[in-house]
């Protein structure tokens, strides 16, 4: 397994109105299709306003399918622009576990 973990610095006063549309619309759109939602949280210490999800994929194959086919998703590309005018900065990583980490 591999998680991809996404950062996103949303735009001050909007933290908000960006988990609102993720929640209300967002997640409706990309769980069917990405499948393991790992979590999704906030900042309260540290650096603020930073949005931070981690999705699970079996390989990095996996993922480059489920993020190809989320892209071309009507739905998706609708929502886009709504998401992005929230969003100042994002940062993708993905994350390999170790031979011993819980998460395989």
Known sequence: MIVEERIYRIRSGKLRDYLALVQNEGLAIQQPI??????YFVSEIGPLNHVVHMWGYADF?????????LSEDPRWQAFIPKL????????????????FSPLK
């Open 34 to 39: 990405l499948g393991t939602l790992i979590g």
């Open 61 to 69: 194959e996996d993922r480059t399918v489920r993020r190809q086919r």
């Open 84 to 99: 992005a005018a929230l969003i100042e900065t994002a940062e993708n990583r993905i994350l390999l576990p170790t031979a």
